[in-house]
């Protein structure tokens, strides 16, 4: 069965800083896509960031320059390591992975979700 775990979410005051966690297990052949999404109270679940097999990123404008995505193929993990956190970055952060299993297809699996509480 495949799971993946999410950590690091917290209350921090703004212009600090987070690094999330979210690490997969189970029969994995290989992981394409890693992605972060977050969703703020009474908004849709946006994409942040996402990470491809050869390491290229994609960020949206909003946490371009203070968000960096990363991952470690070794660990079957991807961090998102925020920085300069405004209160708008206020939102349940969750992970999501294009994952290959055993019978060679592609499935899309999303963390639990971790809460990411930016004060003023």
């Known amino acids: 069965q495949v799971q993946l775990v999410e950590s690091g979410g917290d209350l921090v005051q703004a212009g600090g800083s987070l690094r999330l966690s979210c690490a997969a297990s189970?029969?994995?052949?290989?992981?394409?896509?890693m992605y972060w999404y977050r969703q703020a109270p009474g908004k849709q679940r946006d994409l942040v960031a996402r990470?491809?097999?050869?390491?290229?990123?994609n960020y949206s404008d909003s946490v371009k320059g203070r968000f960096t995505i990363s991952r470690d193929n070794a660990k079957n993990t991807v961090y998102l390591q925020m920085n300069s956190l405004k209160p708008e970055d206020t939102a349940v952060y969750y992970c999501?992975?294009?994952?290959?299993?055993?019978?060679?297809?592609?499935?899309?699996?999303w963390g639990q979700g971790t809460q990411v509480t930016v004060s003023s």
């Open positions: 189970g029969s994995i052949s290989r992981i394409n896509v």
């Open positions: 999501r992975m294009d994952l290959v299993l055993r019978d060679n297809l592609q499935y899309s699996y």
């Open positions: 990470i491809f097999t050869d390491f290229t990123t």
